[in-house]
């Protein structure tokens, strides 16, 4: 089936003609979305009506094996009962909306700033599949930013003193910009990851900026001077002229690359609307090998 590519945005993201993906099994149309990702990095399919249980089974035909260790795994219980189904809501595990003091929300306001999935990871998070089940009326926007063309946009001088560099990433550091603190026992199992600042994508070779708000610091580099750069990168990437701006309709389903992005959540009123969306991240592994059977 052959699919079309709108772009929504200059650099990236693009929408696709209509498609039912719950159907979509074959290796040549899970091949043009693949090459879409490596393309526009971000897609969007509008009207997914994605029982979990075929959201996460078509995550694994699209790319393989899936995350189930984000961050919130030491926190809580999974409300949806599957570590790889991520719970992407202001509710309980009634379907209550969260107290504006529940701990839980405390760390779901974390997706308000500029980050990618499961960097704090190895491996990290490659695509991210969210869908919308229940979208208020009003805002509740995600932003993307296209870090390959922030990357692209950097003087050359600027690129060769990044070429090299590792970053640490942790949700700890993160959270703890918003004041949030994790326990002694939550923090022995949230210890973070270490990752090339400049990433290459394979498919593509584009070189695209590897930061988020859970980078922490430059290996090697004393503290206050890499998070001043690292600070510096995101002001950089997170300018207008990189980020498009979604506005959710319930049965959208939208697929991001977040080695080739940043996201963050857009605020709305949370005490009064329930906002509930799924979302399953693969892990940035190798494909599996192709079948050899043809040599
Ligand atoms: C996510 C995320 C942002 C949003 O699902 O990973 O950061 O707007 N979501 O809900
Ligand atoms: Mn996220």
Do not use: C
Not at 48 to 58: I, N, S
Not at 184 to 189: G, N, V
Not at 264 to 285: G, S, W
């Amino acid at each position: 089936m052959a699919l079309t590519f709108r772009k929504l945005h200059p650099y990236f993201v693009a929408e696709v003609s209509p498609v039912d993906l719950r159907q979509v099994y074959d290796s040549e149309t899970l091949a043009q979305i693949r090459a879409g990702m490596d393309e526009y990095a971000v897609l969007v399919f509008r009207a997914q009506p994605f029982a979990d249980d075929e959201q996460l089974a078509f995550a694994q035909r699209l790319d393989g094996q899936l995350h189930t260790k984000t961050g919130i795994s030491a926190l809580r219980k999974n409300r949806l009962g599957n570590e790889a189904l991520g719970d992407i809501s202001n509710l309980d595990e009634h379907g209550e909306i969260l107290k504006s003091d529940d701990r839980r929300r405390m760390y779901g306001l974390g997706n308000r700033l500029w980050h990618t999935d499961a960097s704090f990871q190895d491996p990290p998070g490659r695509y991210s599949i969210l869908s919308a089940k229940i979208i208020p009326s009003s805002g509740t926007d995600t932003e993307f930013a296209d870090m390959r063309a922030a990357y692209d946009a950097l003087s050359p001088e600027m690129k060769a003193q990044l070429e090299g560099l590792r970053v640490h990433h942790s949700i700890a550091h993160s959270r703890q910009t918003l004041g949030f603190e994790f326990s002694q026992d939550e923090q022995a199992i949230l210890k973070g990851a270490v990752h090339p600042l400049i990433r290459t994508l394979p498919r593509s070779q584009r070189k695209s900026l590897y930061v988020a708000a859970h980078a922490s610091k430059i290996i090697d580099w004393p503290v206050p001077e890499g998070r001043l750069l690292l600070r510096d990168l995101m002001e950089h990437a997170t300018q207008p002229e990189f980020v498009y701006r979604h506005a959710w309709r319930a049965g959208d389903l939208v697929i991001w690359d977040n080695r080739a992005t940043m996201h963050r959540a857009k605020p709305f009123d949370d005490a009064k609307y329930r906002r509930e969306l799924r979302r399953v991240t693969t892990l940035d592994v190798e494909p599996p090998a192709l079948s050899v059977s043809e040599s």
